[in-house]
């Protein structure tokens, strides 16, 4: 039998080896540094435009969310963290370093009509070359609704119309809506009631549709991403959505699994087809039409991936995909290798300058004949053929990770990581928890020796 000094050695040796698993991961995090503490230009306009890579995140543990520009040696050649949360990011036609992104704002209690925490929403114009903003529409909301949880960006994406008109995913509301922001005047909307159940999806009305993208297509229509009901909507301003043309099925995760950022390739670039950041599925994955359904023609993953948040096909037949929980900007080739690499906190939304709106000149993965990294069966990660970013063999180790985060419900995981701090991967979360378990039973098996007992409330007689 193990005697009670040996059992509190063993307890502070494992706590002491969780500890150390901690602290190599807040030591060795990959946040993009702080170039300073004034925002603005920093050498951007010695960078060729189409060499530029504009990153926002929702959050970082010391500066909190930013948007960050990347040359292509992965310098930081612009950076602003003016903002409590920036989203959706997009290349602006007003300048060849000129970006449009949607963002919030914390207000003092003390401004605020109610005296309640409240927030701004802002749609604004930014020239990294000139440092200068132009707010292009903004509108205030309560940080809390009720009993729910609070909010921080309820505008994930915004879409360019034309000069004055912008299309605006509106989680908040469950609804898509187009807005003048010269006049302020909604002039067309498009609410989810009208086509969900209030059963289907998240809790109504706190999280129902989750609606995290919106797109408006060549021929006019909108394409919506509802997350909650994974599924992919094409929206008739007229006439509402087109069931047939819908991508996935609520809860038929083989398909879409809480998916956001959905960019659509026109015909003329070899679609109709769909590119998705797969987030619970922790892929990029793409569906062509043929006979008028939807089909998986290409997806691409890794042993690494963790919930993808951004999926864009570049003019030159690359994939720049955004990972933010393995907390990373990658390209990949046709071939399907990873040819860059940028390594940052909780990335969201990744564009590379002179691509247009989406990377507008993308072709499908069908007609370029693209190669993927998986199986297109929508199988998860091959843990005997684990590989690491550079192809190589990946460690035992790696694959035992790998073997525990495929043994956990992806929603739970992605939760825990999104309210982590922006360094924690899964080992961290894991360590973390087993940390946490060895702790409580080490108290316990304290206070059994120190003699206390629980007793029934009733004796026995």
């Known amino acids: 039998m193990i005697s009670r000094q040996r059992s509190r050695v063993m307890f502070a040796i494992l706590l002491m080896i969780c500890i150390s698993v901690l602290a190599s991961g807040y030591t060795q995090q990959v946040s993009v540094a702080d170039p300073g503490t004034t925002n603005g230009p920093h050498g951007i306009t010695n960078v060729p435009a189409d060499e530029i890579t504009v990153v926002t995140d929702h959050k970082s543990p010391t500066v909190g969310s930013k948007l960050v520009a990347l040359g292509p040696n992965k310098e930081v050649v612009y950076y602003n963290a003016t903002l409590d949360y920036y989203s959706d990011v997009d290349p602006s036609p007003d300048g060849k370093f000129t970006v449009t992104y949607v963002g919030v704002e914390d207000i003092p209690k003390k401004q605020c009509d109610d005296k309640t925490r409240c927030r701004r929403i802002v749609i604004e114009r930014l020239n990294m070359s000139t440092d200068e903003v132009d707010r292009l529409y903004s509108r205030v909301v309560p940080t809390y609704g009720g009993f729910q949880i609070p909010y921080t960006n309820r505008w994930h994406?915004?879409?360019?119309?034309?000069?004055?008109?912008?299309a605006v995913a509106d989680i908040e509301r469950d609804r898509v809506f187009i807005v003048n922001t010269s006049s302020e005047i909604i002039t067309w909307q498009w609410q989810a009631l009208a086509h969900y159940s209030y059963e289907s999806g998240g809790p109504f009305p706190n999280d129902f549709t989750h609606v995290n993208d919106v797109e408006v297509l060549p021929d006019g229509r909108i394409m919506a991403s509802i997350r909650n009901q994974d599924e992919v909507v094409f929206i008739n301003r007229t006439s509402g959505v087109n069931e047939s043309w819908t991508l996935g099925e609520e809860d038929n995760h083989t398909i879409l699994f809480g998916q956001h950022n959905p960019d659509y390739i026109p015909k003329s670039q070899g679609g109709p087809a769909v590119i998705v950041a797969d987030s619970h599925n922790d892929r990029a994955v793409e569906y062509q039409r043929v006979n008028g359904t939807w089909k998986q023609s290409w997806v691409w993953k890794d042993n690494r991936m963790q919930w993808t948040r951004d999926a864009d096909r570049l003019p030159n037949g690359h994939t720049l995909i955004t990972d933010t929980h393995g907390n990373r900007v990658i390209e990949v080739n046709k071939n399907g290798e990873i040819i860059w690499n940028a390594q940052l906190n909780f990335p969201y939304d990744a564009e590379r300058l002179g691509t247009g709106d989406e990377s507008a000149g993308g072709s499908s993965a069908q007609s370029a004949r693209l190669t993927g990294r998986a199986n297109l069966d929508g199988a998860m990660k091959d843990k005997t053929t684990a590989t690491?970013?550079?192809?190589?063999?990946a460690t035992l180790s790696t694959k035992m990770?790998?073997?525990?985060?495929?043994?956990?419900?992806?929603k739970v995981l992605n939760a825990a990581l999104y309210v982590m701090p922006g360094w924690f991967s899964v080992l961290e979360v894991i360590t973390l928890f087993i940390g946490i378990l060895i702790a409580l039973i080490w108290s316990l098996v304290e206070v059994y020796w120190r003699g206390y007992r629980l007793r029934l409330p009733i004796d026995r007689v």
Not at 157 to 166: L, S
Not at 388 to 393: K, L, Q, R, V
Not at 401 to 410: M, N, S
């Open 401 to 410: 990770l790998t073997a525990v985060e495929d043994a956990l419900p992806a």
């Open 157 to 166: 994406d915004i879409d360019r119309v034309n000069d004055t008109h912008f």
């Open 388 to 393: 690491t970013d550079d192809g190589s063999s």
